[in-house]
């Protein structure tokens, strides 16, 4: 799966942001996954091939949605009342043949990463 994520830019602390990932095809499960300078990669929200299945990290619920559509292999995370914690590299990903969602899965469970895009919140 080749993925192309795209959305990334500079907000405002209280803004929005919606994120894009354009892919060749939808695993049976999809992420967004974000790196903050200084730490680890860590899952955002992922979602499952029909949709009905969705997690968030405490972090970012009740602020992001995260949604599919299949008929335009795309995946997307949209993004409100950004925080300057929010701040980071995000990443889309594709979960591994056989993998099925589980909540709050590892970046072991994905095969296949975009290649990021820069989200900037300032305060």
């Known amino acids: 799966v080749q993925l192309q994520a795209s959305g990334g830019g500079l907000v405002q602390a209280g803004g929005s942001l919606r994120l894009s990932c354009a892919a060749s095809?939808?695993?049976?499960?999809m992420a967004w996954f974000r790196q903050a300078p200084g730490k680890e990669r860590e899952i955002v929200s992922s979602?499952?091939?029909?949709?009905?299945?969705?997690y968030y990290a405490d972090s970012v619920k009740d602020r992001f949605t995260i949604s599919v559509d299949r008929a335009k292999n795309t995946v997307y995370l949209q993004m409100n009342s950004l925080k300057p914690e929010d701040t980071a590299v995000y990443y889309c990903?594709?979960?591994?043949?056989?993998?099925?969602?589980?909540?709050?899965?590892?970046?072991?469970?994905?095969?296949?990463w975009g290649q990021g895009t820069l989200v900037t919140v300032s305060s």
């Open positions: 990903a594709a979960a591994r043949d056989h993998i099925v969602f589980m909540l709050a899965m590892s970046e072991r469970d994905f095969g296949s």
């Open positions: 095809g939808l695993s049976y499960v």
């Open positions: 979602i499952n091939r029909s949709g009905s299945s969705t």
